[in-house]
């Protein structure tokens, strides 16, 4: 099993910056995928960026080139550094594991998922 803790959360201006990180105990680069996704308020769960198990990164298409995913494969930890936030961007987030196939929508409830950390961007 796979057990996500995300950190990093936290309120920022619009503008801003935050890294959130994701310790994953359990997980394994060559054979899970792993990923970052949000859910806010009165809408439906999104995927925002992910690695495959051959290490192929994705991103959804409206946070591409302000978000980037990265990890530490000897800390088995997952991070997502966030520029340019937007009160859009207001949202719990939460990091994911799941063995292939790795789009977003193969996520679901088999799948090992950390509790979250809320990002906050005032305008």
């Known amino acids: 099993e796979v057990h996500p803790v995300e950190s990093g959360g936290g309120s920022v201006q619009a503008g801003g910056s935050l890294r959130l990180s994701c310790a994953a105990s359990?997980?394994?680069?060559?054979?899970?995928?792993i990923g970052w996704f949000r859910q806010a308020p009165g809408k439906e769960r999104e995927g925002l960026a992910s690695?495959?198990?051959?290490?192929?990164?994705h991103y959804k298409e409206s946070v591409r080139g302000r978000f980037t995913i990265s990890q530490d494969s000897a800390k088995n930890t997952l991070y997502l550094q966030m520029d340019n936030l937007k009160p859009d961007d207001t949202a719990m987030y939460y990091c994911?594991?799941?063995?292939?196939?790795?789009?977003?929508?193969?996520?679901?409830?088999?799948?090992?998922w950390g509790q979250g950390t809320q990002v906050t961007v005032a305008s």
């Open positions: 994911a594991a799941t063995f292939p196939p790795c789009s977003f929508s193969d996520y679901d409830v088999l799948s090992y």
């Open positions: 690695i495959s198990a051959d290490g192929t990164t």
């Open positions: 359990g997980y394994d680069s060559r054979r899970h995928c």
